[in-house]
């Protein structure tokens, strides 16, 4: 049986989809369909059941997946194995949003890629949830971190951690609104504060008033720049009022640099979720990486 031909099966097996899978290989959707014909003439049975939105599995390609899969991903491990400078080493290739994997994750990790003959060689990059999960996808990563749970069969996601966002500001800020205003006027009270964010459109500003004050912000952004670290710099020097993960401001908080403006009943959350492609845990630098990060984690809350 044609190698090349198990390749795409699996691949569109994983993406539930000839044209998701034609893009992840590289290939026109044509050629997909007529390989996956190929394969279904050669064995004598249908693998997929065609339908209006992507596609399913039979029996037989369930079968046939869980048979070969693992295989194949041995078989490209091997491959990348070859291309590392070091051939006692794997590398892991992770991907995720700049703060918290450059804060959390990769100190993490640096721990495992040592040469005890169970270590690997570590490559990250910073990108938005969509530009991660679609790399993770496209096969230029072993894992995403995201703030978004991919959806289909392609990929699997396990939750990581949740981080708890806080309004904060320096102190001349508090100070000028004054503790017993904000608790009478609530998110009123903060209409004329200038806005540090990551966005124009407000994302961690907007949400923490949607589930805290169950309103809109009224202001709009006096300083935007797109990393929570900058943010952070910012409201420091007092650019304005900003939120932002505890994880990343509680070390300012407790040198008094910043404030927190309000302590809601229910702080908001936002769940992490720890991603990689179908059946690449198998791998195991992959599993060795997933497994830690996932006991990391349980120390970051």
Excluded: N
């Amino acid at each position: 049986m044609d190698l090349a031909l198990l390749r795409t099966f699996v691949t569109v097996h994983r993406a539930g989809s000839f044209t998701r899978a034609a893009a992840l290989l590289g290939l026109s959707q044509p050629a997909v369909t007529s390989q996956i014909r190929t394969l279904e003439r050669q064995l004598g049975k249908p693998l997929f059941l065609r339908q209006a939105r992507g596609v399913t599995p039979t029996t037989i390609g369930e079968e046939l997946a869980h048979k070969a899969a693992p295989h194949l991903d041995a078989l490209v491990e091997i491959a990348e194995s070859g291309l590392d400078d070091d051939s006692s080493l794997r590398t892991l290739h992770l991907a995720g949003p700049p703060e918290f994997t450059a804060e959390r994750a990769l100190p993490a990790l640096t721990e495992l890629t040592g040469d005890d003959g169970q270590g690997f060689a570590l490559r990250a990059s910073f990108g938005t949830a969509e530009e991660t999960l679609e790399g993770l996808a496209a096969g230029h990563h072993d894992l995403a971190i995201s703030t978004a749970r991919p959806r289909g069969a392609l990929l699997t996601a396990t939750p990581l951690c949740d981080e708890e966002h806080v309004l904060v500001a320096a102190p001349r800020w508090a100070e000028r609104i004054g503790a017993e205003e904000l608790r009478l006027k609530g998110s009123a009270a903060l209409e004329d504060l200038p806005v540090v964010e990551v966005h124009e459109s407000l994302p961690l500003v907007s949400r923490y008033w949607a589930t805290v004050f169950d309103s809109r912000p009224a202001a709009s952004g006096a300083v935007v720049v797109p990393d929570l670290r900058a943010v952070l710099a910012c409201a420091v020097a007092g650019a304005g009022l900003a939120v932002l993960p505890l994880y990343l401001c509680a070390p300012a908080l407790a040198e008094g640099t910043i404030v927190t403006l309000y302590d809601p009943a229910v702080p908001p959350l936002r769940t992490y979720f720890l991603a990689a492609r179908t059946g690449t845990l198998a791998l195991p630098h992959v599993a060795r990486a997933h497994e830690w990060l996932q006991r990391a984690a349980t120390r970051w809350g």
